[in-house]
């Protein structure tokens, strides 16, 4: 999820102090409401009169309600430390606080500590032994979440169902309830003497240090297609948003040469020449580097008889379903 710092820091303000004075989280005041509990019933009213006023209210401060963007921001991110040094730290903030929370019980509510169960030790041992592993197993790399999908996805390669066809890109491109983001995954210079438009140009490592900005302009409606000179690059790049989970992902068939094998008879500012190339090589020669601004970077549709097989199938990510807090 994308942060707004301030609009976060202030709702969350909010919504701990009602935590604190209600004494109920929205799940749990709902249990309290069902069994008839008073202090659970005026809690649901609050928090509905609250959701009423928010909606009521929200167009007077929309500005600031989407102020101090950051994208997507994570604790790892803002204190530049790997997952696992800021896990065991928030485990042992977390278990600081109850300790302190215990504190306070024995010395303002006179509370026997003696009484309490000894099994939380147990289960607080457990959490840091599980935050120790996080740390010392360490975060596993783009490469090796692939192999552990490999087998579920590979198959998918070789079917041919990811690698859709130059007719299907057009059509969607053209489409305004798409939103079709192009990683063009080939060398700057071949990306300069001819690209579609509207495609960005990244290394394969690039790729990969791009995952968390594509991940926070995911929606329902985008799609990502990876693209080199012919597949083999345009693969491994598919391979990399696979593995990170990147929904809608494919690869263009045929790749940059398949394209122009397709669209760049009918362009007559191409003069271009087929040439002898190795695999994943641009397999033709441009008069000039115009990059975009050749016709068949951008077909009319409304021109082209276009046949193909459509893959294309949106998939939308979901998280889990959850109750109370959550």
């Given at each position: 999820?994308?942060?707004?710092?301030?609009?976060?820091?202030?709702g969350?303000l909010i919504?701990?102090v009602g935590?604190?004075?209600g004494?109920?989280?929205?799940?749990?005041?709902l249990v309290?409401a069902?069994?008839a509990k008073?202090?659970?019933?005026?809690?649901?009213?609050?928090?509905?009169a609250?959701?009423?006023?928010?909606?009521?209210?929200e167009?007077?401060?929309?500005?600031?309600?989407?102020?101090?963007?950051?994208g997507?921001?994570?604790?790892?991110?803002?204190l530049d430390?790997?997952?696992?040094?800021?896990?065991?730290?928030?485990?042992?903030?977390?278990?600081?606080?109850f300790w302190?929370?215990e504190?306070?019980e024995r010395?303002?509510?006179?509370?026997?500590?003696?009484?309490?169960?000894?099994?939380?030790?147990?289960?607080a041992?457990?959490?840091?032994?599980?935050?120790?592993?996080?740390?010392v197993?360490g975060?596993p790399?783009?490469?090796?979440?692939?192999?552990?999908l490999?087998?579920?996805?590979?198959?998918?390669?070789?079917?041919?169902?990811?690698?859709?066809?130059?007719?299907?890109?057009l059509?969607?491109?053209?489409?305004?309830?798409?939103?079709?983001?192009?990683?063009?995954?080939?060398?700057?210079?071949?990306?300069?003497?001819?690209?579609?438009?509207?495609?960005?140009?990244?290394?394969?490592?690039e790729?990969?240090t791009?995952?968390?900005?594509?991940?926070?302009q995911?929606?329902?409606n985008?799609?990502f297609?990876?693209?080199?000179n012919d597949?083999?690059a345009?693969?491994?790049a598919?391979k990399?948003?696979?593995a990170?989970?990147?929904?809608?992902s494919?690869?263009?068939e045929?790749?940059?040469?398949?394209?122009?094998?397709?669209f760049?008879a009918?362009?007559?500012m191409?003069?271009?020449?087929?040439v002898?190339?190795?695999?994943?090589?641009?397999?033709?020669?441009?008069?000039?580097?115009?990059?975009?601004r050749?016709?068949?970077?951008f077909?009319?549709?409304?021109?082209?008889?276009?046949?193909f097989?459509?893959?294309?199938?949106?998939?939308?990510?979901?998280d889990?379903?959850?109750g109370?807090?959550?």
């Amino acid at each position: 999820n994308p942060t707004y710092l301030w609009p976060g820091i202030v709702g969350g303000l909010i919504m701990g102090v009602g935590f604190i004075i209600g004494g109920f989280c929205p799940g749990t005041s709902l249990v309290a409401a069902a069994t008839a509990k008073i202090d659970g019933i005026f809690f649901v009213f609050g928090v509905l009169a609250g959701i009423f006023l928010f909606g009521e209210t929200e167009r007077f401060y929309d500005l600031w309600w989407n102020d101090s963007y950051y994208g997507r921001l994570t604790l790892m991110d803002w204190l530049d430390l790997p997952t696992g040094v800021v896990v065991v730290g928030i485990v042992l903030m977390a278990l600081f606080m109850f300790w302190g929370g215990e504190q306070l019980e024995r010395m303002v509510g006179a509370g026997d500590l003696k009484t309490e169960p000894k099994f939380r030790y147990v289960g607080a041992a457990g959490l840091v032994a599980v935050a120790v592993a996080v740390l010392v197993i360490g975060q596993p790399d783009t490469a090796q979440k692939w192999t552990w999908l490999e087998p579920e996805k590979a198959p998918l390669l070789v079917e041919r169902k990811v690698q859709i066809e130059p007719g299907e890109l057009l059509t969607n491109l053209a489409d305004d309830r798409l939103r079709i983001v192009m990683l063009d995954v080939r060398p700057e210079h071949e990306y300069n003497l001819f690209h579609l438009k509207g495609a960005q140009n990244v290394s394969l490592t690039e790729l990969e240090t791009m995952i968390p900005d594509i991940h926070a302009q995911q929606a329902v409606n985008t799609v990502f297609v990876a693209m080199s000179n012919d597949e083999d690059a345009a693969t491994e790049a598919w391979k990399m948003l696979t593995a990170e989970k990147v929904p809608n992902s494919y690869l263009l068939e045929g790749g940059i040469n398949g394209w122009l094998a397709t669209f760049a008879a009918e362009d007559e500012m191409l003069a271009m020449t087929p040439v002898d190339a190795p695999a994943d090589a641009l397999g033709y020669a441009f008069p000039a580097a115009l990059g975009d601004r050749y016709f068949a970077s951008f077909p009319n549709i409304h021109e082209t008889e276009l046949e193909f097989t459509p893959k294309i199938e949106l998939q939308v990510p979901r998280d889990k379903s959850g109750g109370g807090c959550g």
